[in-house]
């Protein structure tokens, strides 16, 4: 089975930094994907790991450690348009799960001015 | 370039009457396809996955079915809706080889009353 663990909620001030982590147990692997949700809204992409190491795309950047099971979504210069809800997933690598993602709750990001 | 029409958007229907929700999908051939229901609290949940037309695959128990008429049409149904079947509906497509990298529909807000 599939299990993913990230926090509800977190705070952080316009301008700063800001790290998502999200924790998984799965019985097979193949790929960590971070999704943006606004609220009422479907989620869009933002970035996608398959080996250990970070990858960035300009202000986001994304984590993997696949021997920790642990990823992270580090967002920079924070905007108030990035309050959102940040969902975190995971792909199968064999039979029925490698032709789906399973979500995690997200984790609700409220930026303060 | 390929894009995704989910509706309605919202909708109100009472205890034990029927649903159909439509999704279609344009500019690809032979997409993975999806329905998702996203509950107050909750994380995305797969309920349906298609490979091929007139191919369905559940994950998870319940009084909703889907089907797949044509290639880049999928519809989701129940013949009397329960309370608990109230959500966020989503439909998303993927390319097969790319099954992370996908790309959702609008949404329908289902109350059932």
């Known amino acids: 089975g599939q299990n993913i663990d990230q926090p509800t909620e977190m705070t952080a001030t316009e301008g700063a930094i800001v790290q998502i982590n999200c924790t998984y147990q799965?019985?097979?692997?193949?790929?960590l994907f971070w999704y943006q949700q606004h609220a009422g809204e479907a989620p869009t992409f933002l970035s996608y790991n398959v080996l250990d190491g970070l990858e960035e795309k300009g202000r986001f950047s994304s984590f993997l450690s696949r021997s920790k099971g642990y990823s992270y979504l580090l967002l920079k210069e924070l905007q108030m348009k990035d309050s959102a809800s940040y969902l975190c997933?995971?792909?199968?690598?064999?039979?029925?799960?490698?032709?789906?993602?399973?979500f995690g709750k997200g984790t609700k990001l409220s930026v303060i001015p | 370039s390929q894009t995704i029409h989910q509706w309605p958007a919202t909708l109100v229907q009472p205890v034990g009457s029927p649903l159909s929700l439509e999704c279609t999908v344009e500019?690809?051939?032979?997409?993975?396809l999806y329905w998702y229901r996203q509950a107050a609290g909750r994380g995305l949940q797969l309920l349906f996955y298609s490979v091929g037309i007139g191919q369905i695959s559940s994950e998870v128990p319940q009084n909703l079915s889907a089907s797949r008429p044509q290639d880049r049409q999928f519809i989701l149904s129940s013949k009397k809706l329960l309370l608990s079947d109230s959500g966020f509906y989503l439909c998303?497509?993927?390319?097969?080889?790319?099954?992370?990298?996908?790309?959702f529909g609008q949404g329908t807000r289902l109350t059932v009353v």
């Open positions: 998303a497509w993927s390319s097969p080889g790319a099954v992370g990298f996908a790309f």
């Open positions: 500019g690809t051939s032979n997409p993975n």
């Open positions: 997933a995971v792909r199968g690598d064999s039979g029925a799960g490698s032709y789906q993602l399973t």
């Open positions: 799965t019985s097979g692997f193949n790929g």
